[in-house]
């Protein structure tokens, strides 16, 4: 069997998340908690994880970053930091929906055995959430939502669900609240164990388009190009006639 | 040091909404590759933060290769990056600095993260070779207006001016939509006003004779506005040629003269004129007529040096390197207000 070393990250949350997968285990995993220092921490979390795995750069065989939804500027630096790393090693970048990875995460914990949501904080008072039928099959979603519109009575995973616990129902809340990079690895690592290096590199091609709307998003397979999915447009309002300045 | 010798800077900037990646060997340009969204901004009259920032991610890596070949290199060709760290919009500045450090930490290569304002000094090093020490920047552009004594662009850069409102060329922006003309505003005022007198209206000069190297630009626009709207009330019609060129005198006329103020006030003979007001042709003219006057030797890069670009912020880079300075460590923020005291972070 091909070596596989994948390096994967993840920034589409408050989590600015790293980890190592060698194709059988996670082994090295870095997370650090702080929505506002994306930038700042990633780029040392990956030397550190690389460090504790004694693992070059050039020997790893393929980048997954997650793709989100999740607050934009965050999003971009892991989606960034995935395509530019992956340009100098000559390694495919990929990506993965964020969502995934926190229900594939989900799945390890063994503490849920049916159908679940997963919910993440997209602000203004909303967030972002898919339907999963199992750890590894998403049926609805990513969408971005008002937390009382969420599909009822299944058991919510992730940080929209501890924010919004009081309109969801406490008793709702289950498994973990941020993504990890070493979930999102095993779920990558998972993938392109099935696949040929062909078939992974037409996966890691970026298409024509951008993922702006849910009908795009729900597209989406679990491994695919390291795209941002933005479910929101740009808040830009096109002008009416300049504003007259005498009464 | 042979030219051969000399490292290769690969810059990045997205300060704004231009994607730029720059190449340089030395103080030698060896491409200056630029993506920009400003199609997707013009309707919306200005730079629309989070579309740039989209914008921004999809165009690197293109714009990074596109460099490349231009270059006739790899990227393990390149013994050094260096990024614009602030100012600019937030948003904007991370994908470069995240870009910047992937590249530095795949390549195994420094990092330098610079300033926007300095790096617009450096890249006239690239057309006209090393800056005197010292030497005056004014910097005009969308986003900056400002006037800088510049003993040395690698070390230290001081502010002696900038605007207290809006920046010169956002005046130009505004008072184009008065006009009715389309954004960005600075090349179609500029175009129009060939046809027009300077001093056909005579709008009032903001600062002109307050004693500081600052600007204001606000008055002035508003005094455009308010000079249009008298006219379409009284059912006269607008001279939009007279308009704007005596709004573009007004500003042209303050930018120089303030300009040789700080020339004459720290007793320096060597003016650079930098961002992508300095494009302005107006301002090239009154600036070099000045200059000649008062025995100043003008420096104005090409126009696509000026306007935000990747080699501005390799040449920067360059001079880093060559001045062996500390590079930059991977936890560098990206700052949307760094002042222009902090050349590097
Ligand atoms: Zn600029």
Redesign the interface.
């Known amino acids: 069997m091909a070596v596989v070393l994948v390096l994967a990250f993840d920034t589409a949350t408050p989590a600015v998340t790293a980890a190592l997968h060698d194709g059988d285990r996670v082994v090295a995993e870095s997370t650090t908690v702080d929505a506002r220092?994306?930038?700042?921490?990633?780029?040392?979390a990956?030397?550190q994880v690389l460090r504790e795995s004694r693992v070059r750069?050039r020997d790893v065989t393929a980048i997954v970053a997650g793709t989100g939804p999740g607050p934009?500027?965050g999003l971009?630096?892991g989606?960034?930091?995935?395509?530019?790393?992956a340009?100098?090693?000559g390694a495919p970048a990929f990506g993965v929906c964020t969502l995934d990875a926190i229900a594939y995460a989900t799945g390890r914990t063994g503490e849920i055995t049916g159908p679940f949501l997963v919910a993440t904080d997209a602000r203004r008072k909303e967030v972002f959430w898919a339907r999963y039928g199992d750890a590894v099959t998403r049926l609805d979603g990513p969408c971005v939502d008002r937390p009382h519109d969420l599909p009822p009575d299944l058991p919510v995973v992730g940080a929209g669900a501890r924010l919004y616990a009081e309109t969801i129902g406490a008793d709702r809340v289950v498994g973990p609240e941020h993504p990890s990079a070493g979930a999102l690895a095993a779920l990558a690592a998972e993938r392109l164990a099935g696949l040929t290096p062909e078939e992974a590199a037409g996966l890691a091609a970026v298409p024509e388009g951008?993922i702006d709307s849910v009908e795009k998003a729900r597209e989406l397979s679990v491994l695919g190009a390291p795209r941002?999915i933005?479910l929101r447009r740009?808040?830009?309002?096109?002008?009416g006639a300049?504003k007259?300045?005498?009464a | 040091m042979s030219v051969t010798d000399e490292p290769i800077v690969l810059g990045i900037e997205t300060s704004c909404d231009e994607t730029g990646v720059g190449i340089v060997r030395g103080h030698t340009l060896l491409a200056n590759t630029i993506a920009s969204s400003m199609e997707e901004h013009a309707r919306f009259g200005g730079v629309v933060p989070e579309v740039a920032s989209r914008a921004h991610l999809e165009a690197m890596a293109p714009t990074v290769e596109g460099a490349l070949a231009a270059a006739g290199l790899r990227l393990s060709d390149v013994d050094a990056i260096a990024v614009t760290a602030g100012p600019g919009l937030a948003g904007a500045l991370l994908v470069g600095v995240a870009a910047a450090k992937a590249y530095a930490l795949g390549l195994g290569v420094p990092l330098y993260g610079v300033n926007h304002l300095a790096a617009h000094v450096a890249v006239d090093q690239l057309e006209h070779g090393p800056l005197p020490k010292p030497s005056i920047a004014l910097l005009v552009s969308g986003g900056h207006s400002s006037l800088l004594l510049v003993p040395d662009v690698a070390q230290d850069v001081v502010s002696l001016g900038s605007t207290v409102d809006d920046a010169a060329g956002e005046a130009f922006d505004k008072v184009a939509r008065v006009l009715g003309l389309p954004f960005p505003g600075g090349p179609y005022i500029d175009r129009a006003a060939r046809e027009g007198s300077g001093t056909a209206v005579a709008f009032p000069r903001g600062k002109y004779d307050d004693g500081t190297l600052d600007f204001s630009f606000s008055g002035l626009k508003t005094a455009v506005a308010r000079w249009v709207e008298a006219r379409e009330a009284a059912g006269e019609p607008v001279p939009l040629a007279d308009v704007a060129a005596s709004f573009q005198e007004a500003v042209v006329d303050v930018l120089t003269r303030k300009a040789l103020q700080a020339c004459a006030r720290y007793d320096v003979k060597d003016l650079l004129i930098g961002g992508g007001v300095a494009a302005n042709s107006r301002l090239r003219v009154l600036a070099q007529e000045r200059c000649e006057a008062a025995g100043v030797r003008l420096r104005v890069p090409r126009p696509g040096l000026c306007t935000d670009n990747g080699a501005m912020v390799a040449a920067l880079g360059a001079n880093l390197v060559a001045a062996g300075v500390t590079p930059s460590s991977l936890d560098i923020p990206a700052d949307s207000s760094l002042p222009i005291t902090t050349v590097h972070v």
């Open positions: 220092r994306h930038g700042e921490l990633l780029a040392p990956i030397e750069l934009y500027t971009r630096v989606l960034m930091t995935a395509t530019a790393l340009s100098t090693i951008r941002p933005y740009p808040d830009a309002q096109v002008p300049p007259r300045v005498t």
